[in-house]
């Protein structure tokens, strides 16, 4: 199966292609752990890490994946802004780790927020990612201990005939509009960049800033409305993703366009276009989201949505200006309510024998 390099300018597990099987793992660092047990944890899953994602085992190893490959395991480690205070290196702390703002809508659970570290997992094989899971929250040991588990999954390779967009649990293609690694100002919106971005530290040269939040679809009321409804609410078509204003899945929506009757086809509050770059000074980020369904809550619905990881260079021009105006105008945000939140310093990659986050942590 698909081993995905390990090693490189930047983390695995951002560009890569969405996974069947994924993990985020939030974990605080124990009482009295400091920089030097923080950085002995990175070096222990730097190298659990690059062992696993290249189809070896690890030493004590369970044997839970034994017999299957790689299968497109990726590790991806990233610092939360707590991390700094509880290890001394505040002054090196990222601008863009300040607190994310309120929004309206939010209905936050601090227990599953946030975090000292986070580790996103994914694969293509639920014991390859669950095998990763469980080696990587061993080599923690005393230095760290879980805050949050959250555990997601996509559409499994080969279940479509055709590879194509994957579906969320409301039924919508979701990801179709996300920048492409071969758009001209792809790494400038998605890396900083060498040396650090003009608000960057040096050591997130490479990196990334990864916005999670578990948001909550609220499934028996979507699933009350007509598909054209559900369709208005978007902007685009339930089978195959393409705009209300006709073409195919990527065709561009025309936001000009309207009806006989003079009304907008895409309605202003229309998901797709409140969210798009076209209407918010062109902030984008990279949306690669893993669904989640957790059982039923106390009343029997669904305790399930989506569990939303986008990347940037940085948060304020990513994330923070769309859920601003997602916040304001959505037609989705009946159906949706964001119950987790968490924002992560995700550093640039490592060449072999160093570690992730050395440049920090040394
Ligand atoms: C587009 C669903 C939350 C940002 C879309 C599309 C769907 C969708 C179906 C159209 C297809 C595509 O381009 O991928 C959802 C659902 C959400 C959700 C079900 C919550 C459960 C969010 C959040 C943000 C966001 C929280 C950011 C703050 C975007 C962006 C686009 C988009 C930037 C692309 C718009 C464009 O470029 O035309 N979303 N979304 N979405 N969404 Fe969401």
């Known amino acids: 199966s698909t081993a995905v390099p390990f090693h490189g300018k930047h983390q695995p597990g951002i560009t890569v292609a969405p996974q069947?099987?994924?993990?985020?793992?939030?974990?605080?660092?124990?009482?009295?752990?400091?920089?030097?047990?923080?950085?002995?944890?990175?070096?222990?899953?730097?190298?659990?890490?690059?062992?696993?994602?290249?189809?070896?085992?690890?030493?004590?190893?369970?044997?839970?994946?034994?017999?299957?490959?790689?299968?497109?395991?990726?590790?991806?480690?990233?610092?939360?802004?707590?991390f700094f205070?509880?290890?001394?290196?505040?002054?090196?702390?990222?601008?863009?780790?300040?607190?994310?703002?309120?929004?309206?809508?939010?209905?936050?659970d601090a227990d599953r927020s946030n975090g000292d570290l986070w580790v996103r997992i994914g694969a293509d094989d639920a014991l390859v990612a669950f095998h990763a899971l469980r080696a990587l929250q061993k080599d923690a040991a005393d230095t760290a201990r879980v805050r949050w588990q959250m555990n997601g999954f996509n559409r499994s390779s080969g279940a479509?005939?055709?590879?194509?967009?994957t579906r969320n649990l409301m039924g919508q293609v979701d990801g179709t509009r996300n920048p492409r690694p071969e758009d001209e100002d792809f790494d400038e919106r998605i890396f900083v960049p060498d040396g650090g971005g003009a608000k960057d530290p040096a050591w997130m040269a490479g990196g990334s800033y990864a916005v999670v939040r578990r948001i909550r679809m609220l499934l028996d009321d979507w699933d009350g409305l007509s598909v054209g409804d559900q369709e208005q609410v978007i902007g685009r078509r339930k089978s195959d993703g393409s705009p209300l204003t006709g073409g195919s899945e990527t065709t561009l929506p025309d936001l000009e366009a309207r009806d006989a009757d003079g009304r907008p086809v895409i309605a202003a509050n229309a998901h797709a276009r409140?969210?798009?770059?076209?209407?918010?000074?062109?902030?984008?980020?990279?949306?690669?989201?893993?669904?989640?369904?957790?059982?039923?809550?106390?009343?029997?619905?669904?305790?399930?949505?989506?569990?939303?990881?986008?990347?940037?260079?940085?948060?304020?021009?990513?994330?923070?200006?769309?859920?601003?105006?997602?916040?304001?105008?959505?037609?989705?945000?009946?159906?949706?309510?964001?119950?987790?939140?968490?924002?992560?310093?995700?550093?640039?990659?490592c060449a072999p024998g160093e570690y992730v986050g050395q440049r920090l942590l040394e």
């Open 20 to 82: 069947a099987c994924g993990h985020l793992i939030a974990f605080d660092l124990a009482p009295g752990a400091d920089r030097k047990a923080a950085a002995a944890l990175l070096r222990r899953w730097t190298g659990t890490a690059e062992r696993l994602a290249a189809g070896r085992t690890t030493t004590d190893d369970t044997g839970i994946a034994l017999d299957a490959g790689p299968s497109s395991l990726t590790v991806t480690f990233g610092f939360g802004r707590t």
């Open 85 to 108: 205070d509880r290890t001394g290196l505040e002054k090196q702390r990222p601008a863009s780790l300040d607190p994310l703002p309120d929004f309206s809508s939010d209905a936050l």
């Open 160 to 165: 479509t005939a055709e590879p194509m967009t």
């Open 274 to 349: 409140v969210a798009a770059p076209e209407t918010n000074g062109g902030a984008a980020m990279l949306r690669r989201p893993f669904s989640f369904h957790d059982g039923y809550d106390e009343k029997g619905a669904p305790d399930a949505g989506l569990l939303f990881i986008c990347w940037q260079a940085d948060p304020l021009r990513g994330f923070v200006p769309v859920q601003r105006k997602l916040d304001r105008g959505d037609a989705l945000s009946a159906f949706i309510r964001h119950e987790a939140s968490g924002l992560y310093a995700v550093p640039g990659g």
